[in-house]
């Protein structure tokens, strides 16, 4: 059975820094693609960020190049998404998602970037 387990989420100030962490646990972790998500309120999910297997490969989406990263242990079976610069419309349930085609998903931690 796949589990994916979201922690590290919380209330931030605007300009702060998170890093969320999604163990993952019943799959091949080392041979699957990871991705982080995120939807707020009232929008759709999106993609923040995927890395490949071996985590040489990484993509973001366009509003949070440059301030967020993605990276993955794969000893650890957990992949983190490191947070900087964060604002309030970075404000989201943020998911990870295992597979190309994302067929896994975790519950979801929330982030709220607010002062």
């Known amino acids: 059975q796949v589990q994916l387990v979201e922690s590290g989420g919380g209330l931030v100030q605007p300009g702060g820094s998170l890093r969320l962490a999604c163990q993952a646990s019943g799959l091949a972790f080392s041979l699957v693609a990871m991705s982080w998500y995120r939807q707020a309120p009232g929008k759709e999910r999106e993609l923040v960020a995927g890395?490949?297997?071996?985590?040489?490969?990484?993509n973001y989406a366009d509003s949070v190049k440059g301030r967020f990263t993605i990276s993955r242990d794969n000893a650890k079976s957990t992949v983190y998404l490191q947070m900087n610069s964060l604002q309030p419309e970075d404000t989201a349930e943020y998911y990870c998602?295992?597979?190309?085609?994302?067929?896994?998903w975790g519950q979801g931690t929330q982030v709220t970037v607010s002062s």
């Open positions: 890395i490949n297997s071996a985590g040489g490969g990484t």
């Open positions: 998602a295992a597979g190309i085609r994302t067929n896994y």
